[in-house]
């Protein structure tokens, strides 16, 4: 009887020293991946290569609600799913600092809440999207100077011009309030208008104020990527930038690799004649090549569409001189569009060997 009693005890030891054994094996395999995640999460953006974006906003008070109503988010949804887009850009606000989503901050900044809408445009698209397994990344202006198409009223109330810490904090607590009311919904930002020669690129506090506002981008999604746009450069602008912004008119800049100075190497240009246009100013070959000479180096591509119903021609530099033809389509995207960007599928290739390189993010 005391020979049968050691030998189950022996058998009850054994297995849970083996128990105990896969437990550390998986705890240290999870740290494992957890790590290597933090160092890559670019990932989704090098795997995904190709996005698609939209400037679609209202220019004063007046059209906001109407503009925020007119956005067909389920069929654009539909549309990015049918284009095979990995991720989809959305202009929270532009220029004219007119949100497209609630925001109790902003209306306690300003005193009033005539410059956000009711609809919460990110919050619906994002539910949308998520269904299609693409992503949102929401783009964010911040340019607030005296030249702006800026309201004076909120330059003021948020702090004034130029760049300074209070205007600074207030712009990090209304981004904040967004980016924790949306958490992971939002997987990456854009932000505009803090070129190399505005009054922030300019300011020795560069840094310093990017990475307060890039903190508060982050602080309902930690891994959301970040771009703070330098202009028409191709460069890793700021520490902050986990990815390059990569603002261009054109399809010239080609990456060497995957990463430029740590950050995934990414390019935003247009599809139609210029920003929110609709319409196809390439043909097929030439995109699609572009297209296959980028992915194969591990660089990633966002397409701007046109949902506001325009087509848009330009007959001077930086589009001072518009042909505007008119379009049915206000609300979702340009079918042509849709089409040229479902043809990319075929020049989208591996990265070759000697381009891949390591990110720091």
């Not at 904040?176 to 958490?183: A, D, P």
């Not at 939002?186 to 208008?193: A, Q």
Request: aromatic share 12%; glycine share 8%.
């Amino acid at each position: 009887m005391m020979n049968i009693l050691l030998k189950y005890l022996s058998l009850r030891s054994y297995a849970v020293l083996f128990s105990l054994s896969l437990l550390w094996c998986q705890a240290h395999a999870n740290v494992g991946l957890e790590e290597t995640y933090s160092q890559h999460k670019t990932d989704w953006m090098y795997t995904g290569k190709i996005g698609l974006s939209t400037h679609y906003f209202a220019h004063n008070p007046g059209e906001l609600e109407q503009k925020a109503a007119q956005l067909q988010i389920d069929e654009i949804a539909n549309q990015a799913a049918n284009a095979g887009a990995s991720w989809f850009l959305f202009t929270l606000y532009h220029r004219p600092w007119l949100m497209m989503a609630p925001n109790d901050t902003f209306d306690r900044i300003l005193g009033m809440n005539d410059f956000t809408s009711t609809r919460d445009i990110p919050l619906e698209l994002s539910n949308a999207l998520q269904k299609k397994n693409i992503r949102l990344m929401l783009y964010v202006n911040l340019r607030l100077d005296p030249k702006s198409a800026v309201s004076p009223k909120i330059r003021e109330a948020m702090g004034g011009w130029p760049p300074n810490d209070k205007l600074v904090q207030n712009i990090a607590a209304v981004l904040k309030e967004f980016s924790l009311r949306y958490g992971n919904r939002v997987s990456g930002w854009w932000v505009d208008e803090v070129q190399l020669q505005s009054g922030w690129g300019k300011s020795p506090q560069r840094e310093q104020w990017f990475k307060e506002i890039a903190d508060a981008l982050k602080a309902g999604n930690p891994n959301a990527l970040i771009a703070f746009n330098p202009g028409l450069e191709t460069i890793r602008y700021s520490l902050q930038n986990d990815y390059i912004a990569g603002e261009s008119e054109d399809l010239k800049p080609v990456p060497d690799g995957r990463c430029l100075d740590g950050a995934q190497w990414h390019l935003w240009t247009y599809l139609g004649g210029w920003w929110s246009s609709g319409g196809t100013r390439y043909s097929e070959e030439k995109l699609g090549n572009y297209v296959a000479l980028v992915t194969s180096r591990g660089g990633a591509l966002t397409f701007d569409v046109g949902t506001l119903g325009v087509d848009k021609e330009c007959l001077a530099i930086k589009c001072e001189k518009v042909k505007k033809i008119t379009t049915p389509y206000v609300g979702y995207i340009d079918p042509t569009q849709i089409a040229q960007i479902k043809a990319l599928k075929k020049y989208q290739l591996p990265v070759a060997s000697e381009f891949l390189s390591n990110c720091v993010n």
